[in-house]
């Protein structure tokens, strides 16, 4: 059964940094895209970043373009969210998926979720 677990959340100033991590389990890690969304107060959940099994393809958003670094580490079975230049807007939980097949998907396509980490950005 797929596990993911998500870390490094939190409360930051605008123009501040952030690092996530979500820890995987369950299947071969570096077989299967790994991404990353997010869910506003009443907003619906977008996506931010994806990053292909052996990272050699990533896909962002354009709001977080120059900002957000996806990569991951096979050995550790984890993906990682650098984020930089935080804005308020960026407020949000981010959560960490992955699809059902292996392969290269952008940003659609994932089932497996993980519980989410919140992120809060202070002006």
């Known amino acids: 059964q797929v596990q993911l677990v998500e870390s490094g959340g939190g409360l930051v100033q605008a123009g501040g940094s952030l690092r996530l991590s979500c820890a995987a389990s369950?299947?071969?890690?570096?077989?299967?895209?790994m991404g990353w969304f997010r869910q506003a107060p009443g907003k619906e959940r977008e996506f931010v970043a994806a990053i292909s099994g052996i990272a050699t393809l990533t896909y962002y958003t354009d709001s977080v373009k120059g900002r957000f670094t996806i990569s991951r580490d096979n050995a550790k079975s984890t993906v990682y969210l650098q984020m930089n230049s935080l804005k308020p807007e960026d407020t949000a939980v981010y959560y960490c998926?992955?699809?059902?097949?292996?392969?290269?998907?952008?940003?659609?396509?994932?089932?497996?979720w993980g519980q989410g980490t919140q992120v809060t950005v202070s002006s």
């Open positions: 998926a992955t699809p059902r097949t292996p392969g290269w998907v952008r940003d659609v396509a994932y089932e497996y």
């Open positions: 369950g299947r071969t890690f570096n077989r299967y895209t």
